[in-house]
């Protein structure tokens, strides 16, 4: 049988590295389960590249030492709404590990629309950037269409990343363009992650632009009737796509062990519309 490495098995790799079980350890039990070597040595190599790095806990003082200064939103006194500057946004929803936070109404209607009116005649089959050479590549993964917006490119844009910059906590300067995705019934993002793989040849190449991407805001600008959520498969979450609404979410490296894996499902019916914005490490150039 032709055994391929699926995300339940990816899923099962982290939790058994975050329950402390050696590299190992967790192969031998892959094996004893039917595995073949090959699959399951390739499942270990994506998943668990740093088999010196402890365990991740969530102790909030080992957390604290050596944690890396990410976007976040103040949620510390557990407010209801944020103000960002132009506009007061909701927070719907949080989870601390991994960081996920739901928002609502960072977005007005006339903005979704405008976006998306303004992404149309620039669309064209997404394309992700290619970890081998630093390029872009088309992704079989990736079924929608998408375009970028350059930094500002047009006044709406430019208020829209200052209320970002202000709800996270993050300069302007630190985020790549907008990019806004269109996905038709059928179409999906397959769970990834969205920092850049360390152990890729092209990676150094990318980074040489502003560092690691540390977080990721999804912002939906449309509502399908059914499907097109953003899923985290590490940490059974799913989020609706709500016009308007917004979800955020960072890694402190680029790792697994942030469970940041996440993904569009198929949407089913309707059209999809989103605009990310990742936020990087220093100045996006
Ligand atoms: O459109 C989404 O829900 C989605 C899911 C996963 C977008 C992205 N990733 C992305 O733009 O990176
Ligand atoms: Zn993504």
Known sequence: MNQSVTIELRQWIVEQAAAGFSRETVMASMVASGWQESVALKALQATWKEPATAPHRSTPVLRREGARHLPDLDLSRSPRQIDAGDRMVQVIASLSQPRV?????????????????????????????????????????????????????????ARIEARIARLLNWPV?????????????????????????????????????????????????????????????????????????AVFFSYDRPH??????????????????????????????
């Not at 942030?258 to 990742?278: C, M, N, S, Y």
């Open 101 to 157: 936070v739901v928002l609502g109404n960072l977005l007005g209607a006339d903005e979704c629309d405008a976006l998306i009116e303004s992404a149309r005649p620039q669309l064209a089959r997404s394309l992700t950037v290619a970890t081998k050479t630093g390029g872009e590549e088309l992704n079989p993964d990736r079924t929608s269409s998408g375009t970028f917006f350059a930094r500002g490119q047009t006044p709406e844009v």
């Open 173 to 245: 300067e630190h985020g790549e363009g907008l990019q806004v995705l269109h996905y038709r019934p059928g179409a999906e993002y397959k769970p990834h992650y969205d920092y850049f793989d360390p152990d890729e040849p092209g990676t150094p190449n990318i980074l040489k632009r502003g560092g690691q991407r540390l977080a990721t805001l999804v912002m939906y600008l449309s509502e399908p009737a059914r499907g097109g959520g953003t899923t985290f498969p590490d940490a059974g979450l799913e989020v609706a796509p709500v016009r308007g609404n």
């Open 256 to 285: 697994p062990s942030t469970r940041t894996l996440h993904g569009g499902a198929p949407v089913i019916e309707g059209d999809k519309w989103v605009a990310t914005k990742w936020l990087r490490e220093r100045e996006f150039i």
